[in-house]
Each structure stands twice: as structure tokens, then as C-alpha cells.
């Protein structure tokens, strides 16, 4: 009798190891990422998605694509209605033009700010790209990477860290649309690659 039990205990622990298998990820974003894209309260994916979901598929991380870049603020520039997937339109300026140099090339992206901030997110600037990837092993859209407004002329950018519009998991989603001035001609082999369902 007491095997039985213990043969059932071992059973049950078992079932709740395989159902509770670990995310992937190999650096700290990419663990933070796929958390909260399999917690219901947070993630963009569809249900049937979520309910799959094992984490995104990254490059491999490359400190090729860690840049120190020199920034070049704009503070007299004006707001214009940055186009988005659906009707609305976001108010953005033109916070600054980053300067940076990958693989001795040098690029330059502009950054933008929005008109209004969400409590906590007042010294949030925005990062949209596009390069070469696109619609190949990343988002046919262009991906985005999060920055903070930072005391002096430099600040890092880190593309290792660039992920996808919300859109490229769920249409119900309004998502800026990247300008085509933030064009990268190069690959960016970085970040989150493009969302495969299966």
C-alpha cells in the first residue's frame, strides 16, 4: 500500500515537472521578455499562443551590437502625428539623432519622445528601426528597442535588446509605424527574431 502511495506521489510531481516546463533565454532581457509574454496579464500573444508558448525565438547575443552611440538633441523640434497599423496616430518629436558606428560603418537613427507619458515613463524615449532582416529572419514591420533620456552627448544602444511591435503577435494592436528616415542599410542580426506560431 504504501509503494502505491508513493508510486502515485512520484506520478503527480512528475506531471507537474513536464507541465511546468522553464522559458528560454540566455541573457536577462531575453528571460524577462518571455515571462512576460506567457503571463495572461501581460503578454501580447492570442490565447491559443500563450497557451504554446515555450519563448521567442532571439539571435544569438553579439556585444557587435551593443553601440556606443553620440546623441545630438533636438530640443526646438516640433511634434508631428506619427502614422500607427491602425487610425490613430501617436505624437512624437524628434528627441535626438544618434550617431554610432557597427562594424566600421557609421549610422545614424533618430529618437523620438512622445507628447504624453504614462506615469513612470516621463524620461521614456523611443527607438523604432528597420534593416536588413526584415520580412527574413525578423518583423516585416521593423522592430523597436526602449531607451531613458541620459545626462550628456552619449548613451548605449543595445539592439540586442530589440523587439517586436505588439502587432507582430496580434492585430488588435496599434502599433507606430517606423519611419522610413530610421532605414538601417545593414543587417541587424540582434534582438527578437520574427514570430513563428508553430
Known sequence: ???????????????????????????????????????????????????????????????????????????????????????RVSQERVYGVLSFIIKDKTYQLNVYKAKEAEDGYEDYLFLPFLDHTNGDTSYGGGRYIDLRIQEGDTMVIDFNKAYNPYCAYNEKYSCPIVP?????????????????KH
Open 180 to 196: 522610413r528616415e530610421n532605414y538601417l542599410d545593414v543587417k541587424i542580426e540582434a534582438g527578437v527574431k520574427k514570430f513563428n
Open 1 to 87: 500500500m504504501r509503494t502505491l502511495i508513493y508510486l502515485i506521489v512520484f506520478v503527480s510531481i512528475s506531471s507537474c515537472v513536464q507541465e511546468k516546463q522553464s522559458l528560454l533565454g540566455d541573457t536577462e532581457f531575453q528571460k524577462t521578455i518571455n515571462a512576460e509574454y506567457k503571463d495572461a496579464t501581460t503578454s501580447p500573444l492570442k490565447d491559443k499562443d500563450r497557451k504554446a508558448f515555450r519563448g521567442l525565438d532571439f539571435f544569438e547575443f553579439d556585444s557587435v551590437y551593443r553601440v556606443k552611440a553620440h546623441i545630438k538633441k533636438t530640443p526646438n523640434s516640433e511634434f508631428f502625428a506619427m502614422k500607427t497599423t491602425t487610425s
